[in-house]
């Protein structure tokens, strides 16, 4: 299921590296209380690569640096995604947190606060201690002498879908958020199709970033997806939409038979069309999996005219997990 779960941490990081989103994730996760202490205007990324590469064992996902109001100070706003509890331990904030600070030491900058917090949409419980104290058995005998801090816990499975609606302006963000609350529904068309509805004026490439998401967690089929987007984007957009995901081939092929003129033609160019398709829906998936498609694969794919093949390597494209894993398929 590895790559499942790398499915879901690449569609969270897409969203939250767009600095609006970030913001207004922020702004929904934080007590009031913090919030009117932060100046969100200054948010800054902080690169994760380099505190990662310190603490091998974990990954850091997302970190940002926010200056206060009142002050010259700084607060650290560490973000973590979670679509399953196993990986999941105290102590792997705990070092995130401690690298932090280890290279503000070595900068020669102010140890800062941080403001730890896990964002979880999986399918159990959440069953981790958000006290750091809670960890131990005895933790009131000793709890002068241990760590005291807590993250904060968003957890889509206790928050009530009309609470995201109410408290997220961004539309964007808003869509994400309820993709993760409800993406183990399984194939439930017509909740992707409401909550994609809410991003259907987003550009082709900004929108396709969701629909690729669902898609890819469900294994939908080529009519599941022309329905979600008949029912979703509509209207002028629908055409395009659909001629990128669905129609293009199909609508090509048939449109070659015609010119042919020739019943036999027809049917040569709805067989030729429907390959077309598998093609770009396997480039798409390709695009989406690795952001980009290698002229040499690109080439492959466009030799290949058996779409079962292309249908079979479209599915696996899914589990992969390298680049040459797809070209040991052709």
Same mark, same amino acid.
Request: charged share 35%; hydrophobic share 40%.
């Given at each position: !299921?590895?790559?499942?779960?790398?499915?879901?941490?690449?569609?969270?990081?897409?969203?939250?590296?767009?600095?609006?989103?970030?913001?207004?994730?922020?702004?929904?996760?934080?007590?009031?209380?913090?919030?009117?202490?932060?100046?969100?205007?200054?948010?800054?990324?902080?690169?994760?690569?380099?505190?990662?590469?310190?603490?091998?064992?974990?990954?850091?996902?997302?970190?940002? *640096?926010?200056?206060?109001?009142?002050?010259?100070?700084?607060?650290?706003?560490?973000?973590?995604?979670?679509? +399953?509890?196993?990986?999941?331990?105290?102590?792997?904030?705990?070092?995130? !947190?401690?690298?932090?600070?280890?290279?503000?030491?070595?900068?020669?900058?102010?140890?800062?606060?941080?403001?730890?917090?896990?964002?979880?949409?999986?399918?159990?419980?959440?069953?981790?201690?958000?006290?750091?104290?809670?960890?131990?058995?005895?933790?009131?005998?000793?709890?002068?002498?241990?760590?005291?801090?807590?993250?904060?816990?968003?957890?889509?499975?206790?928050?009530?879908?009309? *609470?995201? *609606?109410?408290?997220?302006?961004?539309?964007?963000?808003?869509?994400?958020?309820?993709?993760?609350?409800?993406?183990?529904?399984?194939?439930?068309?017509?909740?992707?199709?409401?909550?994609?509805?809410?991003?259907?004026?987003?550009?082709?490439?900004?929108?396709?970033?969701?629909?690729?998401?669902?898609?890819?967690?469900?294994?939908?089929?080529?009519?599941?997806?022309?329905?979600?987007?008949?029912?979703?984007?509509?209207?002028?957009?629908?055409?395009?939409?659909?001629?990128?995901?669905?129609?293009?081939?199909?609508?090509?092929?048939?449109?070659?038979?015609?010119?042919?003129?020739?019943?036999?033609?027809?049917?040569?160019?709805?067989? +030729?069309?429907?390959?077309?398709?598998?093609?770009?829906?396997?480039?798409?998936?390709?695009?989406?999996?690795?952001?980009?498609?290698?002229?040499?694969?690109?080439?492959?794919?466009?030799?290949?005219?058996?779409?079962?093949?292309?249908?079979?390597?479209?599915?696996?494209?899914?589990?992969?997990?390298?680049?040459?894993?797809?070209?040991?398929?052709?």
């Amino acid at each position: !299921m590895e790559d499942i779960y790398q499915t879901h941490d690449k569609f969270f990081k897409q969203i939250i590296s767009n600095i609006e989103n970030a913001k207004s994730f922020v702004e929904f996760s934080l007590p009031k209380e913090i919030l009117e202490q932060l100046d969100l205007d200054t948010i800054k990324p902080i690169n994760t690569e380099k505190i990662s590469k310190k603490y091998k064992r974990f990954n850091l996902d997302i970190a940002f *640096r926010f200056q206060t109001k009142t002050s010259s100070a700084q607060v650290y706003y560490l973000l973590e995604h979670k679509s +399953e509890t196993g990986s999941f331990s105290n102590i792997q904030i705990l070092s995130y !947190m401690l690298a932090i600070w280890e290279e503000d030491m070595k900068n020669k900058r102010p140890i800062e606060p941080i403001i730890p917090v896990v964002f979880y949409h999986g399918k159990t419980n959440w069953d981790k201690p958000i006290d750091f104290s809670d960890l131990f058995e005895e933790k009131y005998i000793y709890k002068d002498y241990l760590p005291a801090f807590k993250y904060i816990l968003i957890d889509t499975n206790k928050i009530e879908e009309e *609470r995201f *609606r109410l408290n997220i302006n961004n539309k964007c963000l808003l869509s994400a958020l309820l993709l993760f609350k409800f993406i183990f529904l399984g194939k439930d068309l017509n909740k992707y199709s409401e909550i994609l509805y809410i991003v259907k004026d987003l550009d082709l490439d900004e929108f396709l970033i969701y629909l690729m998401y669902i898609t890819t967690v469900n294994d939908l089929e080529e009519e599941e997806i022309k329905t979600i987007l008949d029912s979703t984007v509509g209207g002028d957009k629908m055409a395009p939409v659909i001629e990128k995901w669905i129609e293009k081939g199909r609508e090509e092929g048939i449109k070659k038979g015609k010119e042919e003129g020739l019943l036999e033609g027809m049917e040569k160019g709805k067989i +030729e069309g429907m390959i077309i398709e598998a093609q770009d829906l396997l480039l798409d998936a390709i695009e989406a999996k690795f952001d980009k498609v290698p002229r040499d694969i690109k080439l492959m794919v466009k030799k290949t005219k058996d779409r079962d093949k292309l249908r079979s390597i479209l599915k696996a494209t899914i589990k992969v997990q390298s680049i040459d894993e797809i070209r040991d398929m052709f």
